[in-house]
């Protein structure tokens, strides 16, 4: 039994070589100085498994980590984080999703899995009620990730199990293949579906009938009424629910937050064309939920006319619209609705897979590639039936999609003359669709991120979107096009955020919605631990210095805290942000005065993380 609530008390480790099943308890100790998660998941990976280790070896671990909020039905605690080293990146790897296979994993009884080694054979897990078995999956392998849940469902006779799987991608190692669970949610970012696949392990299906244990039930229920109140009375919530992420694509087009074409234009007229609004008037079939939010963030989709007619099921998020359309400049939304599907059922990064075509298009704009390269493709800017063709292929690991599957750092190096210098990547990961131009604080964020360039995992551009903060001093909107407070609000931001994913929380629930003093109010009633807003913050510092530890281990120093080119030296020709750069150097410094970092090799400071057990020895 768990010794705190919030927890099942229990890990489970799966090593496919002997095609073992072992249970083992989680480290409390552990789980309260950093909650679980993301941050649980980045100190098993340093505990285990080398900075040295071949990213798609049997010696690198997948982890699946929950947290104390997933499953308790407070809304937006439904998620969980995978980490590994990563294949794309080479360095700490990490992803989350959302949905109902995390909180399935708590009611299974586990509060994570932990697998190493390699299959013989393709393999699957089966988790029903505390009970875990390895089984035969050679029948599911080559299968679409909806295929391969449908299957197992049919298989295992339930209709409501929760799978998790890799597509065609993940078999084949393509590095930027994601992680697929229910339908459409994504461990989507650094390649982590590739490791998946290289362990030989096709998926995981989880049933359980287990409830996480609460604490303080009465104040626990309080809480809860004060997320659906708060969530009830936000504007921004509501508008998530009425148009979902993408409701922010013309927004963002008009104040200069859009990628377009490759980050090279600031304005972007099909942005109309693409936007959530657009897409509940022709598109939409209806809003879709994880486990008990009631934001309903999610579409369902269904295309009713035009070379896409007929294509059903999850719809495209912001991030994927903006990566996919605008970034490739390309208006046909139902396109972007099909390309969606594709990575999907393959299991791809959206955000990556829209960077790599946009890369490979200017490339073929600026005549260093042909239809000779292509495999006969025309890569014209906007040219939507290229960017799916393009997509199908990266998913398949097939023709020119083999090259550009390797992400945009590798096949900028394939096919070099000089265009590596619009390859448009943080150590190795694409850049988000957020840009630094205009919010000056993501420039920042995007260099010193963990896992490379990320917009989830320090959202000042919050506080400069005018979503105030007055808990932690933020009481006026700051200016996105100046870099004066910035490095301070990157840091808050950012131990922020690695809090919320080691509780394995939702942003949207939080952020202009809701308050951390909330947040630490339920932790308090869902673990019994006493717990207020700094605690959170010291948690979330606790992780980033963790998770900057293994970089440093793995070779990252200070020259890789960096933009682009395109960011720092080109401005925006026009759009709201005409004429801006990032200026990311003075940023930089304060930011390392700032975390106590060393500015000479870029090494975390250790003493943030001594209390953890590692070995620490190799950090300066």
């Not at 083999?402 to 850049?431: C, D, M, N, T």
């Amino acid at each position: 039994l768990a010794l705190i609530g919030g927890y099942m008390g229990s890990l489970l480790r799966v090593d496919l070589s002997k095609e073992r099943v072992d249970t083992e308890p989680l480290d409390f100790e552990i789980a309260k100085k950093l909650f679980g998660g993301s941050a649980y998941g980045a100190w098993l990976l340093y505990k285990e498994v080398p900075a040295s280790v071949d990213p798609l070896s049997p010696e690198n671990h997948l982890i699946i980590m929950t947290g104390p909020f997933t499953g308790t039905f407070v809304p937006g605690g439904t998620r969980a984080s995978a980490v590994a080293k990563s294949p794309l990146t080479g360095i700490f790897g990490e992803a989350s999703s959302a949905g109902f296979f995390p909180s399935e994993l708590k009611f299974a009884g586990f509060d994570g899995i932990v697998v190493e080694g390699r299959a013989s054979s393709p393999l699957y897990l089966k988790i029903f009620n505390r009970r875990a078995e390895v089984l035969d999956a050679s029948h599911l392998w080559g299968l679409d990730t909806f295929e391969t849940m449908e299957r197992l469902r049919i298989e295992l006779g339930d209709p409501h199990l929760r799978v998790a799987c890799i597509g065609p991608a993940g078999e084949r190692l393509v590095k930027l293949a994601a992680i697929i669970n229910d339908d459409g949610r994504a461990f989507g970012r650094t390649g982590l579906g590739a490791v998946m696949g290289s362990k030989g392990l096709k998926a995981i299906a989880v049933r359980g009938r287990m409830r996480v244990p609460i604490a303080n039930k009465a104040a626990f229920g309080e809480c809860l009424k004060a997320f659906r109140d708060g969530i009830a009375k936000a504007p921004r919530a509501q508008s998530f629910r009425q148009y979902g992420t993408a409701g922010g694509v013309e927004v963002f087009e008009h104040i200069g937050n859009l990628p377009i074409k490759n980050w090279r234009k600031g304005s972007f007229p099909g942005a109309s064309k693409i936007t959530g609004s657009t897409m509940a008037k022709t598109i939409l079939k209806a809003p879709w939920a994880c486990l008990g939010c009631p934001i309903a963030c999610g579409r369902e989709i269904e295309v009713k006319e035009g070379p896409y007619k007929g294509l059903k099921g999850p719809g495209p998020e912001y991030e994927t619209i903006a990566m996919l359309g605008s970034m490739c400049m390309n208006e046909n939304l139902e396109s972007i609705a099909k390309a969606n599907d594709l990575c999907n059922r393959y299991g791809i990064d959206t955000i990556s897979t829209g960077a790599v075509i946009a890369f490979a298009m200017e490339c073929y704009e600026r005549g260093l590639i042909d239809t000779s390269d292509t495999g006969g493709i025309d890569l014209e800017w906007g040219n939507h039936e290229a960017i799916v063709r393009l997509t199908e292929l990266i998913g398949r690991r097939e023709g020119f999609g083999e090259i550009l599957g390797k992400g945009v750092f590798e096949a900028s190096r394939h096919i070099g003359k000089g265009s590596e210098a619009f390859a448009i990547h943080v150590k190795g990961l694409e850049v988000p669709a957020h840009e630094p131009r205009r919010f000056k604080s993501m420039g920042l964020a995007y260099a010193t991120s963990n896992r490379g360039a990320c917009h989830m995992q320090g959202l000042a551009n919050c506080i400069e979107r005018g979503l105030l903060m007055p808990e932690y001093g933020l009481n006026e909107a700051l200016d996105g096009f100046t870099i004066e407070r910035k490095p301070e609000v990157v840091i808050l931001y950012q131990n922020l955020c690695s809090a919320l994913d080691a509780l394995c929380l939702c942003k949207f629930p939080v952020f202009g919605v809701t308050s951390f003093e909330l947040v630490a109010k339920a932790y308090e009633a869902i673990t019994g631990l006493p717990m207020d807003k700094e605690g959170i913050l010291e948690a979330g510092d606790k992780a980033w210095n963790l998770k900057r530890a293994y970089n440093f281990l793995c070779g990252i120093r200070t020259k890789d805290d960096s933009l682009p080119d395109r960011f720092t030296k080109e401005p925006l020709p026009d759009g709201f942000a005409k004429g801006q750069v990032c200026e990311l150097e003075p940023m930089l410094k304060r930011y390392y005065e700032l975390r106590g970092w060393n500015p000479d090799n870029g090494s975390p400071n250790k003493a943030k993380i001594s209390d953890l057990g590692l070995d620490l020895s190799g950090i300066p």
